[in-house]
């Protein structure tokens, strides 16, 4: 969709034009799904840039448990992994008392909006989605609905906050032009200026953390190879087995970026350094040019264990009080409410709901 938004209409206020905290450049939300193990590249690709954000941006950090059941999970490992991610959110360095640390499906104004998200979104615009593509296969009238308006939903997770940008990664791009299109057809359709177009925020180096077994595919946690992982619950144990049999080739290491060129597995571990050590790559490949993988490993493990064992250690105390974890996501969900639900009373009244009494 093109063309400028149009101005409000006269007697339509916005209820919740606060601007951000003096300071501030603007309100992100990010959210993260509750399924499998929470890995590196979860922490390298968005929490670590998340934990960034804090200081410049007022933020939302939310766990996506609506989006998780698009497909089948099992409800006790739901539950369980969700109070891990967000333990995992917080030893990281999310602080959940400067901002709001909630799970989904606590503020009910997602899925509201949601609904009205899907009276508004085209057909035409879902069927170029090509993320429900890929998650669909060959399947495609055995997914589920869910996974269909799947990017109605995150359009309603940002805009209910009316958030000015969105943290995203090459796979979330389209949904993020979604949202926007979306925005902008409310906007036009009932003659308000109620949604802001939100912007994206390109993460960083690190973003995108290969498989330990084959450089060529994306860390996943549906890999069923847990070696191909570091996960962010692994001992320093567990963590120097998977580094020391992480797929490389026999060549040492090169001396500069260009002679990485055709080896996946090399740059992948290079890259990991480098966003463990925060250097970028070039001064990675500098500074191990010509090492053996054996001792490059070894450093490599020294490196991974130092940053990720005060993490590892901050989510066990977590997790053996889960009653904490709740608490903090209880407070997170009343702060995320205080701001969703006058969005979504504006939203109603815009389309012409009755008021409740």
Known sequence: MSGSTPPAREGAPSEDNRPSPAGLKGRILSGIQPTGNIHLGNYLGAIRNWVGLQKDFECLF?????????????????????REVAAAMIAAGIDPAANALFVQSHVPAHAQLAWVFNCVA?????????????????????????????????????????????????????????????AQKFNNDYGVALFPQPEPVIRGPGMRV???????????????????????TDDAETIAGKVRKATTDPNPLPDSVAGLEGRAEAANLL???????????????????????????????????????????EMKRLMNDPAEIDRILAKGAAKANSIAAPVLREVYKTVGFLPAV
Not at 62 to 82: F, G, S, Y
Not at 150 to 178: F, R, S
Not at 212 to 228: A, Q, T
Request: glycine share 4%; proline share 3%; with cysteine.
């Open 210 to 232: 290969m498989s330990l077994r084959d450089g060529s595919k994306k860390m996943s946690k549906s890999d069923p190879s847990d070696f191909s992982r570091i996960n962010m």
């Open 62 to 82: 939310c766990i996506v448990d609506l989006h998780a059941i698009t497909v089948w999970q099992d409800p006790q490992e739901l539950t369980r992994t969700t």
């Open 271 to 313: 890259n990991i350094y480098a966003a463990l050590t925060d250097q970028t790559l070039e001064q990675a490949v500098a500074e191990q040019a010509g090492q053996q993988f054996s001792q490059f490993k070894a450093r490599l493990t020294e490196t991974a264990v130092a940053v990720l064992g005060p993490i590892n250690a």
């Open 122 to 182: 085209r057909l035409g615009w879902l069927n170029r989605m090509t993320q429900f593509k890929d998650k669909a296969g060959k399947n495609r009238e055995n997914a589920s609905a869910g996974l269909y308006v799947y990017p109605n939903l995150m359009a309603a997770d940002i805009l209910v906050y009316k958030a000015t940008h969105v943290p995203v990664g090459e796979d979330q791009k389209q949904h993020l032009e979604l949202a926007r299109d979306i």
